[in-house]
């Protein structure tokens, strides 16, 4: 029997083929009867402009139904898909260009200029489109032959490769095998309590984890409808919510629907499952939410190399703050930096093992021996610690983890005593060189608009909760926080922004 991840999910695709997939914002619907047709079609357009079993097809495109036919004909194709940020500069989209080595760019119709010139200095075979034009793979799906096979793939055979942030270097390419998914996919399905009956409100962009992988895997797993809009806006995601039983979304798109006229527990209603992820989900976000609808978001943890490694239960407390446990099947551990497990309780460095691990880093051999353990576990880099009964917090980034006078200050801590304070809607702290401390703890905030926010007074409302050395050097309002398309705030653009406040004369 294959492993191709694509089989593995269409088995699971409703008995009625002419159930619908996606229920698509202002376009016809794809059911999933036409699954089959339309990326055997698009298979045989990749494999005739020279994409062969093992070769990668890197994708900058708009979100789409067809960019979704797109991934799911690569998987039956055997093909490795990379998809890119559509944010990513004409630089950025050149190195990944050089770095994979791909048979195919299929790019936007706007970017074609540009990007048949990068591809062409990297070697690349062929640049295609998802628009109508000359040279679309659309078109050349369309006089392709029908009803090509599914390839065979073992689970250790490469399916995608994801481009992690690289905010301490260069992006490097996280390898995921059709064995990596397909374990994900299916102990999701199972653990959060997917079914045919679900329908899945999809606002999330598809070249990132969250909304690639795992919502599209459970919703084909179970054969269930995905309400299909292309981003996230408030009123259009309210105006559907009703007829949604599950949504995945980051915390941004929680407070941003919390702060929407409209919605209200009865737009809500029906909704079983609100699930958050990609970036923290601040306990007050998940108060808020469960006073206004009567519903707990439930928070999990994942990251680019591993899927889905941990999640609150579906049945069970969920408590803010944390991440759950272990999903099952997969290890957990907080260890320190030789590896060994720490106390529970105590800050450490969060490991995992498991079959939704990745294979390596695209050939970055080296840098893929450094992240593993000799026992197998990968070092996530991200601070945590366990409690008794084995569910975990993440405290922080270990990168982000401040040495200030020779002590260490963990972010996290500072963060949730500063979102605590009257009139700070949210906070990042991070540290910045400092002449006396090395580094100076410093804290960029929010207005939520209710209070002015006086930097003096916010420092006093810390003395009683926080030892003085965790206190920030300075507090500085801001109006938003940098974010990536994820959600995630980017503590490296802020160390940038102020790197000489402590140095420059304490400006």
């Known amino acids: 029997m294959s492993d191709n991840l694509y089989a593995l999910l269409e088995a699971n695709f409703p008995a009625d083929p002419s159930a619908v997939f996606l229920d698509v914002e202002n376009g016809p619907p794809v059911l999933y ?91 690349v075979g062929a640049v295609l489109t998802l628009e109508d034009g000359g040279g679309s793979l659309l078109d050349a799906a369309a006089e392709a032959p029908p009803g090509s096979s599914v390839v065979a793939r073992k689970a250790d055979d490469l399916a995608a490769i994801l481009y992690t942030s690289g905010t301490t270097g260069k992006p490097k390419g996280a390898m995921l095998t059709h064995g990596n998914l397909s374990s994900n996919a299916f102990v999701l399905r199972d653990y959060w309590g997917f079914t045919g009956s679900d329908v899945l409100l999809h606002a999330l962009p598809i070249f990132h984890v969250h909304g690639l992988f795992v919502a599209f895997h459970c919703a084909l797993a179970s054969g269930s409808r995905v309400i299909f809009q292309k981003a996230f806006v408030a009123q259009k995601v309210i105006a ?32 079983r499952l609100f699930i958050s992820g990609s970036a923290p989900l601040l306990e007050e976000t998940f108060a808020a939410f469960e006073a206004r609808t009567g519903k707990r978001i439930l928070e999990r943890y994942g990251m680019t190399e591993v899927g889905m490694a941990c999640s609150n239960p579906l049945d069970g407390e969920r408590i803010a703050g944390t991440v759950g446990f272990a999903l099952p099947g997969v290890a957990v551990r907080v260890a320190d930096d030789a590896g060994r497990t720490v106390p529970r309780g105590t800050v450490g460095i969060l490991e995992m093992k498991g079959p939704n691990v990745f294979s390596g880093y695209w050939r970055l051999p080296d840098r893929t021996a450094e992240e593993f353990r000799p026992d197998g576990y990968f070092v996530s880099g991200d601070m945590a610690r366990m409690d008794e009964a084995g569910r975990v917090t993440i405290v922080g980034r270990a990168k982000d983890l401040i040495i200030s006078g020779g002590l260490n200050v963990y972010p996290k801590e500072v963060e949730l005593c500063l979102d605590s304070l009257p009139g700070v809607r949210e906070s990042a702290v991070f540290g910045v060189t400092h002449p006396d401390f090395g580094e100076g703890v410093t804290a960029a905030v929010v207005a939520d608009g209710s209070v002015a926010l006086d930097p003096e007074t916010m420092l006093t409302g810390l003395a009683e909760s926080l030892a003085n050395f965790k206190q920030p050097k300075q507090i500085l309002v801001v109006e938003e926080l940098p974010r990536n398309a994820m959600g995630k705030i980017q503590k490296k653009a802020l160390r940038d922004r102020y790197t000489n406040i402590y140095t420059n004369d304490e400006q």
Not at 64 to 83: E, N
Not at 92 to 101: I, R, T, Y
């Open 240 to 271: 559907r919510l009703p007829e949604a039983t599950a949504m995945m979304g980051v915390p941004t798109y929680y407070t941003r629907l919390l702060d929407a006229p409209g919605f209200t527990a009865e737009a809500a209603r029906n909704v």
């Open 33 to 123: 009867r036409e699954i089959d047709d339309r990326t055997a079609r698009i298979a045989a357009a990749l494999n005739a402009q020279g994409a062969a079993v093992g070769d990668r097809v890197v994708a900058q495109v708009d979100k789409s139904p067809d960019a979704v036919m797109l991934y799911l004909a690569c998987l039956r194709a055997g093909l490795v898909f990379v998809p890119l940020n559509t944010a990513y500069t004409v630089q950025e989209v050149a190195f990944f260009l050089e770095d994979a080595g791909p048979a195919v760019f299929v790019c936007r119709e706007a970017d074609r200029g540009t990007a048949e010139a990068i591809a062409r200095d990297a070697g």
